[in-house]
């Protein structure tokens, strides 16, 4: 049974009867990483990988839910004092409370729900989850008159409020944004977004998850920003957005040698993105990898963000000619993107595997992903 059907036929079992079907997508983010906290660009897309949910008004003020792949049922109340303890409960509870405190209607529902985002290997399952419930709350209870950024702020305050998670806003952006065959650039200063053609026709995007996570996420992550705000407050200017690499060459004596090489990662990652966009619409793969590579190289040496598995996954890439790859995500772990020509894949995942199963004792997962729609309403 493929999902869908999986879904309809736990549906039946437990309710009894037929509800809607919605659905939305976990996301990459080709280039523009630690730019976000910046004011600079992020450029997600959402992928073919989602979360899937049957949902149908119960009549009542409880909400009634089974997760397919937790194999746990939940059942809740709409106030605040009514959250479930569940933490896959909690993403769902938060979105319902999230709608209501800001004047929406969420009422009493049953639903079962299941997805194929892999679970914290960095293509955001939980922001495909709260972008799947959010769009159909609003299809169903508000009348689609809740506009869709809106929505990703719901998922976003969801994470902070109901789950303990301090994010930014490029996940669910991206799931309740997503459009098949387009990447998004998001200014992360004005919220402005615009789609750029993404149909890498020749080429394949897959994600190698290095199954690593070093625990120092938190602390470097906050040294990060206090380096880079304090080097914008040294030029005179609110985000590293506004600077220029001519800016930091002028304070360069006044700040310390890795405060320069933070600010200088980011400054050159503002303009990699723009270059990308460029590149994209002239369809020249080769610089959109070739800004791969250097967001990778900048994250690695100039932000030092990367660890041992991720530059050898790196490495790797380029060793077997590889048009793009780089580390997606914060850091210290996860997954590379690679944008390979289609007949290097085999050969490159073959060697990707052998190599770094030989030195670190497991082998990467793989990941294929194509670039599709993100949050909707499905027959
Ligand atoms: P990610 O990077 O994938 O977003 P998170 O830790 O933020 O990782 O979110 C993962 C959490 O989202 C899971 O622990 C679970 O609570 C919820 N979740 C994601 N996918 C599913 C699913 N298919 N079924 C149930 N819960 C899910
Ligand atoms: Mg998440």
New binding site residues.
Partial sequence: MDMKETIRDQFTRHFGNEGQMYASA?RINLIGEHTDYNGGFVFPGAIDKV?MAEIKPNGTDKVRVY????NEYAEFGLEEADAPSQ??AR?IFGVCREIIKRGGEVKGFDAV?????????????????ESCFAFAFNDMFNANKIDKFELALIGQST?HNY?G?NCGIM?QFASVFGKAGNLMRLDCRSLEHEYYPFNPEGYRLVLLDSKVKHELVDSPYNKRRASCEHVASVIGVETLRDASMDDLEKVKDQISAEDYNRAKYVIEEKQRVLDVCDALQRGDYDTVGDRMYKTHEGMSKLYEVSCVELDYLNDIAKECGVTGSRIMGGGFGGCTINLVKDDLYDKFIETAKAKFAEKYGHEPQVYDVVISDGARKID
């Fill in positions: 976990g979360i997760s397919v792949d937790i933490q896959w993403y729900f299941a997805g194929n985002v892999p679970l914290g290997a960095g293509l955001s399952s939980s922001a495909a989850l994470e789950c998670v996940d």
